[in-house]
């Protein structure tokens, strides 16, 4: 069975910019998360979808934004970049329940210039 | 809010030693999951070990192990008879229990585990 693919893995922007980054989820899990790492703030939580709606969301401005396909694939857009977005964002797709651990694809890494 | 606290920013151990990560954490919850996450050069983060707060019985998963102290929220990972391949940045993850699938896993800042030949 296929992990769960993010592209591209690697992108560059410059400030001012948008982007859209992709997440496909391992086939059968419905939920996927985002989480953002930096050196200096470390793991910090997005937002997760289920069913194409947003169940959760973490304390990042609306620049930040997602949606969920019916196919459960995800996209995340940050809007007008700033050099602080420069970070590796991770997916992690899951089953349903809470019971079911996170897998997590490599990541892409953004940066800002 | 919960919070995960990792002490040790860096460990090295000689290879087939035993090394033991620390990770401490706060919350109110009382039904909760704590894991234990590995992330090597490659960046993809790997499920090492997981433990349902509700079981009093440690986790685990051939060399690798926790010692769950609940009354002092505290979440060790021991890993046995390491080898070459644990080389990566630990992280210790706290979710609380939902009735309504995944929260958000709060991260600790990670543990760099260096194993040496």
């Known amino acids: 069975k296929a992990g769960v693919t993010q592209t591209p893995r690697y992108l560059i922007k410059t400030r001012g910019q948008q982007v859209t980054l992709s997440c496909s989820p391992i086939?059968?899990?419905?939920?996927v998360s985002w989480y953002q790492q930096t050196p200096g703030q470390g793991l910090q939580f997005l937002f997760e979808y289920f069913s194409e709606t947003q169940r959760n969301k973490g304390n990042f401005p609306g620049r930040f934004s997602g949606r969920q396909f019916s196919n459960s694939r995800s996209e995340m857009n940050v809007s007008t970049l700033e050099l602080g977005d420069s970070a590796l964002y991770l997916c992690?797709?899951?089953?349903?329940?809470?019971?079911?651990?996170?897998?997590f694809g490599n990541g892409t890494r953004l940066t800002v210039t | 809010a919960q919070t995960v606290t990792q002490s040790q920013p860096e460990m090295s151990v000689q290879e087939a030693e035993t090394v033991t990560l620390s990770c401490t954490y706060d919350?109110?919850?009382?039904?909760?999951?704590l894991f234990w996450y590995k992330q090597p050069p490659s960046r993809q983060m790997i499920l090492v070990i997981r433990?349902?707060?509700?079981?009093?019985q440690n986790a685990t998963e051939n060399r690798f192990s926790v010692n769950f102290q609940k009354a002092a929220k505290s979440f060790s990972l021991k890993i046995s008879d390491s080898q070459l391949g644990d080389t990566a940045m630990y992280f210790c993850?706290?979710?609380?229990?939902?009735?309504?699938?995944?929260?958000?896993?709060?991260f600790g800042t990670g543990t760099r585990l260096t194993i040496i030949p």
């Open positions: 433990q349902e707060a509700y079981k009093q």
């Open positions: 919350t109110s919850e009382s039904n909760y999951y």
């Open positions: 086939s059968g899990h419905r939920s």
């Open positions: 992690a797709s899951s089953l349903v329940d809470s019971l079911s651990p996170l897998h």
């Open positions: 993850a706290f979710m609380k229990h939902t009735n309504f699938g995944n929260e958000k896993l709060t």
